[in-house]
């Protein structure tokens, strides 16, 4: 039931383009995205409630495929602020089960 | 607005005690859920309350046991530690019904409390 996360891990330099991808094997109704620097809580980026529906946060954004049963997120011209894991998490039974997350280096 | 809140900040144990860890919810929020994550890993979901009562466990043994309070705050309680217990705990926190009546499931955490077992 643990969405699977890909990549595992990302390095990019500042500017440049990201995408991170979450699917599920099982009905998706709901994905949650957010982002935790190291040592810090997980702090929330967006949910995405439905198929098709497509979300942003300043330069984030994010995309549902329910179909697809899966959800990515798009980080565009990367900011040494985005550095740090982001974890999808999806609703299973009225509980949220989160991926491994996504290591994410921005070099300057 | 208060965030959410935990106590204490960091905890060190022994094998075989019992631990105590207590959780705040955001001002407005009345669901409070616990994660166990461990180093380089996911949150791990343990348990959620709303209303005083366990509303949904995640797959963790018995000696994990909590308590929501009428002001909505939680205790997570871990009995006989074990060292692969040794973890971040986070509290997160959520409100079933938004005003206009709308189920959200937004939850937000709070900074966690690292829980070592030697």
């Known amino acids: 039931q643990q969405p699977v996360q890909s990549p595992q891990a990302v390095i990019l330099r500042e500017g440049e383009d990201a995408v991170i991808n979450c699917s599920s094997s099982k009905a998706l109704y709901s994905v949650h995205w957010y982002r935790q620097k190291h040592g810090e809580a997980p702090v929330f980026l967006m949910i995405l409630l439905k198929g098709g529906e497509q979300k942003g946060h300043e330069k984030i954004s994010a995309s549902f495929n329910e179909k697809k049963q899966q959800s990515s997120l798009y980080l565009t011209a990367s900011q040494l602020s985005y550095s740090g894991t982001y974890f999808c998490?999806?609703?299973?039974?009225?509980?949220?089960?989160f991926g491994k997350g996504t290591r994410l280096h921005i070099l300057p | 607005d208060a965030g959410v809140t935990q106590s204490p900040t960091h905890l060190i144990k022994t094998r075989g005690q019992q631990v105590t860890l207590r959780c705040s919810p955001k001002?407005?929020?009345?669901?409070v859920s616990w994660y166990q994550q461990a180093l380089g890993q996911g949150p791990q979901f343990i348990f959620q309350?709303?209303?005083?009562?366990?509303?949904q466990r995640g797959n963790f043994p018995d000696r994990f046991s909590g308590h929501q309070f009428p002001n909505y705050s939680s205790e997570l309680n871990v009995n006989a530690l074990l060292l692969g217990d040794s973890a971040l705990y986070l509290c997160?926190?959520?409100?079933?019904?938004?005003?206009?009546?709308?189920?959200?499931?937004?939850?937000?955490f709070g900074p966690g409390t690292r829980l070592t077992v030697l």
């Open positions: 998490g999806t609703k299973v039974d009225d509980k949220i089960i």
């Open positions: 997160a926190s959520s409100w079933r019904l938004a005003s206009g009546g709308v189920r959200t499931d937004t939850q937000y």
């Open positions: 309350y709303y209303e005083e009562e366990e509303r």
């Open positions: 001002s407005g929020h009345d669901t």
